[in-house]
């Protein structure tokens, strides 16, 4: 589309969004960001299941003063609608809205996998993918993203990690057989809103822990777009948000530093929430309440190593950005729309 096609559709087209888990952590980061798109009117914002108590969130005052409703189906009188909810709430609802004839954008890790074993495994709730489905990885999935009927928001640990390997495997740089470690650390917003011995104040406050070895949902998710094992191992940090994924691979024989640099700046150059640091590796603090992921890397050609840095906000371009700017690929916008 061209520059004006494009500015002409953004001043006239309205979309009608609801969104449904509007009290979680990525619900409200949600209704943060959607209040300000220009090209979106918010009819509804429910809670996350139908004995919800109607409430007012404060944090968004002046920002979104409407009332957070209960969850129904009925509610949701939109062109599309936004699902920050548990994976069997997804997998249940999600269906229902199709049929409707509404656009979906799911968060939740419901329709992500399309091996049936592994869907039974990590989301049971799932037993087969509605038609029209696509996995959301904006940076490598425009084409299927802007026809999508119901579009499956990636995680937010595969975000960081993909955004870090995609380039290398697209261009025959990660040496075939050689495993991939892909150590990550995050703040404590990932686990989710609803409390637990592990996300309590006085268990994470000075202290760095390790879980999930070898089990974790996401592993799958990064294997499914890889097409090879990788080696996972996530940790929580006291951080109220963010992502740092520090990634090892092994090269090709023969491969350069030049190479891997070509290799991020071709995946790149029309990205707008991807900014490459080369070998000034990147911090949470630069990406913190942003879109963008950060991605730094490190060539030892003597071993044929590379040692990746990728960086983001797990509840924005983990979790709402990326749907927002999804939503505007589905919708034609700019995917800078609402976000910067």
């Known amino acids: 589309m061209k520059d004006t096609e494009q500015a002409e559709q953004d001043t006239k087209t309205l979309i009608r969004v609801a969104i449904a888990g509007a009290s979680g952590f990525a619900g409200q980061e949600l209704l943060r960001l959607l209040a300000r798109h220009p090209h979106v009117t918010i ?44 994976e069997a709430a997804s997998a249940e609802l999600a269906p229902v809205l199709l049929k409707s004839g509404l656009r979906v954008i799911d968060l939740s890790g419901a ?3 399309r091996d049936a074993g592994a869907r039974a495994k990590f989301y049971p709730a799932t037993p087969s993918l509605p038609d029209g489905v696509a996995y959301g990885l904006t940076e490598f999935e425009l084409e299927q993203i802007a026809g999508a009927k119901l579009l499956s928001n990636p995680g937010c640990y595969p975000t960081a990690a993909l955004l870090g390997l995609l380039p290398l495997q697209k261009a025959g740089l990660l040496k075939r057989g050689a495993d991939i470690v892909i150590d990550a650390k995050s703040g404590l ?6 409390p637990t011995e592990r996300t ?14 070898f089990a974790h949902r996401h592993t799958p998710e990064m294997e499914q777009a890889l097409g090879q094992p990788v080696t996972f191992v996530p ?22 530093g030049a190479a891997v640099t070509a290799a991020f700046e071709a995946a790149y150059e029309d990205a707008p929430f991807v900014r490459l ?28 190593r590379v040692f990746i840095v990728s960086v983001l906000d797990n509840l924005v371009k983990g979790a709402a950005g990326q749907a927002i700017q999804n939503f505007n690929v589905m919708f034609g916008f700019d995917q800078k729309a609402g976000l910067l």
Not at 77 to 84: E, I, M, Q, S
Not at 189 to 194: F, I, L, T
Request: with cysteine; glycine share 8%; net charge neutral.
């Open 277 to 304: 640091t080369g070998d000034q590796l990147p911090e949470i603090k630069y990406v913190a309440h942003t879109n963008f992921c950060d991605v730094g890397w490190k060539v030892d050609e003597s071993s044929g």
């Open 111 to 113: 329709f992500r996998l």
């Open 235 to 256: 940790h929580l940090v006291p951080l109220d948000r963010g992502i740092l994924s520090s990634i090892y691979a092994r090269l090709p024989p023969g491969s350069t």
């Open 43 to 86: 009819t509804v914002a429910t809670g996350s299941q139908s004995t919800s108590t109607p409430r007012r969130l404060p944090s968004l005052a002046k920002i979104w003063d409407g009332t957070v409703v209960p969850l129904t189906a009925a509610a949701f009188a939109a062109d599309a609608v936004f699902l920050a909810l548990p």
């Open 200 to 213: 309590h104040f006085s268990e994470n406050h000075g202290s760095v822990a390790a879980y999930n070895a």
């Open 189 to 194: 917003s990932g686990a989710g809103k609803a």
